[in-house]
């Protein structure tokens, strides 16, 4: 049990598709009241930001803790261990110091991309766990206004007509509980990684859910139309959206023509209504933490591996450098540092009915990248934070490409850090939205648009890149972007032609070097 204290055991929760719609992050409208309770317990950084808004690249840059350009992976169709580097992962570096690793659900984007396996055995001491009603997700299960089932992006269903009688995050939550009470008498600390599907499309979740988002008290995102200086490069034309059954029959134009404001509304309410369903899994892995006593010897960590846009600019779905396709929640739970002071009898997770919404605490302003989970993590159990990277790194097996948080557990955020960045990035097959825009192979690739975003501002060049060579050539600039954010916070008046060239360029080559791309 001492060792146990020592080290304290990792819940690590991922959520699917999910921007920072969450109570605890301001979003008036979401009704999310276990992961705000958990904020609340938490230290809550409000901007962080992920590596390129697509799963698979994301989530093994956030694994490994290295750039997608040094993954190489901007597609789903590689593994890095073969096609970049020998990378450990985090839970692969847990492991090797004793902890009993383990997957349920979306970790690893499943496929060639974790080499079939989610990356077992490196990465976990058992087999990772899928849910068996994963395989229904695509199927025709959505029962239509004309009694039919179609393969529609809204899905709200009867849990019980559904095959198997059951959905994904509910299988995967009650995996997670069996794994949790297996681990009660084991001395050995764990590493317990819970992936939830939702809110990714499609919305296919608990009818009821959608009785908390009322459609006459749904509005539309504040920017619903395409900013008029927006790159055509930048615009991502949500294909993944218009293939589904429902949206086919509004006959959307490609790639601009906006969907009708009665299914704008529609979305957004399943898509609330989705975080809500995937709020309530988490809460029941919570209660379960804290009813088998686990709960003061386990770090919790929450976030998501990009966001997601709900019409802002005219878009939907992630594949975009902007801030709604960026920003990921990201909460980290640590007993005895985090936690408010409590009564003895007072339980720390209590599970939370949806309609009560506590307040959080804790929260931390300054820019923050999914890369650096990995080495604050390590650093926050007592392991040496993986080193900082050499400029190239491809044969070396551990290092970060992040920077370690744990100093910020120690003392109070006194003000933002205005040089703080964050880098995100984003291919492109060509200049105009084209029906593969939104996830180019990597042999398609002729673009590459970096990002970043400090406090007070977003910066993105659009650049010419060979994927033969995964080299950006500097001088072949196709378009830019930057918003000022104390006049624009919402991202919808681009700048970036206002400015010099000169000192654009010279920003650009400063931002090149800083993450070593090219």
Not at 504 to 517: D, E, G, P, Q, Y
Request: one cysteine or more; hydrophobic letters at 35%; charged letters at 20%.
């Amino acid at each position: 049990i001492n060792s146990k204290v020592e080290r304290k055991n990792i819940l690590f929760i991922m959520a699917d598709d999910l921007r920072t719609s969450l109570g605890c992050y301001g979003d008036p409208v979401a009704k999310s009241p276990n992961i705000d309770q958990l904020a609340s317990q938490s230290q809550v950084f409000l901007n962080a930001f992920a590596q390129q808004a697509v799963c698979g690249p994301s989530r093994t840059s956030m694994l490994t803790s290295r750039r997608p350009d040094t993954t190489r992976l901007y597609d789903f169709y590689s593994y890095w261990r073969v096609h970049a580097g020998n990378y450990t992962t985090l839970p692969q570096y847990l492991k090797s110091h004793g902890y009993h690793t383990m997957s349920v659900g979306k970790i690893f984007h499943p496929g060639i991309a974790s080499n079939f396996t989610d990356d077992y055995p490196y990465s976990w001491s058992i087999p990772a766990y899928h849910p068996p009603s994963f395989q229904y997700e695509k199927h025709k299960v959505c029962k239509g206004a004309d009694g039919e089932l179609h393969a529609n992006l809204l899905c709200a269903v009867n849990v019980s007509e559904q095959p198997g009688g059951t959905l994904p995050d509910l299988e995967s939550t009650d995996e997670a509980v069996r794994l949790l009470t297996g681990r009660i008498k084991d001395a050995a600390p764990f590493f317990l990684a819970v992936g939830f599907h939702k809110p990714h499309i499609p919305f296919r979740i608990p009818q009821e859910y959608l009785s908390l988002f009322p459609l006459d008290k749904m509005t539309l995102a504040p920017d619903p139309d395409v900013p008029k200086l927006l790159p055509p490069v930048a615009y991502n034309p949500w294909a993944d959206i218009r293939r589904r059954d429902d949206v086919q029959k509004l006959n959307v134009s490609f790639p601009y023509g906006p969907i009708p404001k009665d299914f704008q509304l529609r979305i957004r309410q399943h898509y609330y209504a989705a975080v809500s369903y995937m709020d309530a899994q988490v809460g029941r892995l919570l209660s379960e933490l804290e009813k088998l006593g686990l709960a003061n010897s386990t770090m919790v960590v929450f976030s998501s591996d990009h966001g997601w846009s709900l019409g802002e600019h005219g878009e939907w779905a992630k594949f975009s450098n902007f801030d709604v396709a960026t920003r990921v929640p990201l909460i980290l739970h640590v007993p005895g540092v985090t936690t408010v002071h409590k009564k003895k009898e007072q339980l720390t997770f209590p599970f939370i009915d949806v309609l009560n919404q506590p307040n959080a605490s804790f929260k931390m302003k300054n820019i923050v990248e999914l890369v650096d989970v990995f080495p604050t993590l390590s650093d926050l159990v007592g392991l040496r934070a993986p080193a900082p990277c050499p400029e190239v790194s491809f044969k070396k097996k551990l290092c970060t490409e992040g920077n370690n948080l744990a100093y910020t557990f120690e003392q109070e955020e006194m003000k933002v850090n205005p040089e703080a960045i964050a880098f995100s990035q984003y291919p492109r097959p060509a200049d105009t939205p084209q029906e593969n825009s939104d996830l180019p192979l990597l042999k398609d690739i002729k673009i590459m648009g970096y990002s970043l975003r400090t406090y007070d501002y977003r910066y993105t060049l659009w650049l010419g890149f060979n994927p033969a060579t995964f080299r950006v050539n500097l001088t072949d600039i196709h378009a830019g972007e930057l918003y000022m954010m104390a006049d624009d916070p919402t991202q919808d008046h681009n700048i970036y032609n206002e400015i010099k060239q000169n000192i654009v360029k010279l920003l650009m080559l400063i931002f090149l070097s800083a993450t070593s791309v090219g």
